[in-house]
């Protein structure tokens, strides 16, 4: 092991940032092979919502080709994962952030929140993936708990209190992101 | 009333193209507000998917704005519409046609059909809307009779089929496709 300057090595870095490199794959990423895991066993069939474009001219060139040449991201107002599960509508949404110490609330948009508490009443099974990339762990969190939060005036939550609150989902290979392990345990608990 | 050459007025247009005009909405608009109006009352949460759409070139021109300078849009590779109604995940697609005789098969791509397998299998409720422009009708499909016909050999399905097999959503003002109340009344059926 190499000496660094002040006697230890830099440990943190060594064993969280590497498998993140080595797996060279962002949450997204994960979730769609997750997803696709799923789907190829029958467990569940979750998809992306395509991200809202507002188009504004279309070209027809040829007959069969149109060409989209002005168009502007518009912002999404609801979350951007949904689907079924044992009939159960799924409904999620999945951020990352770089930050240590805490998760910027400013990252989830205030109607996707009010999304999240729309399907909650309507009792789906609802919730937000987490990622602190720093320390290549994701939490689940369940729709409620965020909700709380979000209605206090934090502007962020700190990294603490996923560790107490949320269910940090175990890496895997095949599915990436087993967040289906953590609703299944859930649902274990309600019966 | 006016007196036609033939003698007779043309009463089916005049009773059924009048109403629809007046409308002056498409299926998708009319979906649009009934599920709005859904949300208002906190019945159920379905929204419309955004249309599927590659982005090839982004011009950034100010550091805010992002302009989609070059896309094409994408085939879809679910239904359009999904959501939650108690619980229960909701999942289909809507059509319309404009044909007196029957409904062209071709207007349903082969993968949404397999997407409502699938979500049949995890016990979603799915199904697909078909309206009949000329008639004004609007027709409550269950995937399960759309996916046994569509693996046969047929190319189109005749206007006296949905007669026989579909159910008729009534048109009203608030919401205009009240297509819940089918839901409700095959909930009940199950009970």
């Given amino acids: 092991m190499v000496n660094y300057p002040n006697g230890r090595a830099n440990q943190k870095s060594i064993v969280h940032k590497t498998p993140a490199a080595s797996r060279g794959m962002h949450l997204e990423k994960e979730l769609d092979?997750?997803?696709?895991?799923?789907?190829s066993l029958g467990k569940a069939i979750i998809h992306k919502k395509p991200t809202p474009?507002?188009?504004?001219?279309?070209?027809y060139m040829k007959r069969?080709?149109?060409?989209?040449?002005?168009?502007?991201?518009?912002?999404?107002s609801t979350t951007d994962y949904n689907g079924v599960y044992k009939g159960k509508a799924i409904d999620f949404e999945a951020k990352e952030t770089q930050s240590k110490s805490s998760f910027p609330l400013s990252s989830i948009h205030l109607h996707q929140i009010r999304h999240l508490?729309?399907?909650?009443?309507?009792?789906?099974?609802?919730?937000v993936i987490i990622r602190f990339c720093y320390y290549d762990e994701t939490y689940y969190v369940e729709a409620a708990k965020l909700i709380d939060i979000y209605q206090g005036k934090r502007r962020s939550i700190p990294y603490s209190w996923f560790q107490e609150n949320a269910f940090l989902i175990p890496y895997s290979l095949t599915p990436p992101i087993d967040y289906l392990k953590v609703i299944d345990s859930q649902l274990q608990k309600e019966k």
């Fill in 64 to 76: 069969s080709a149109a060409k989209i040449s002005e168009a502007y991201y518009k912002t999404p």
């Fill in 53 to 59: 474009i507002q188009v504004v001219k279309v070209d």
């Fill in 117 to 127: 508490e729309a399907v909650l009443k309507q009792d789906a099974i609802a919730f």
């Fill in 33 to 39: 092979h997750t997803n696709e895991y799923y789907h």
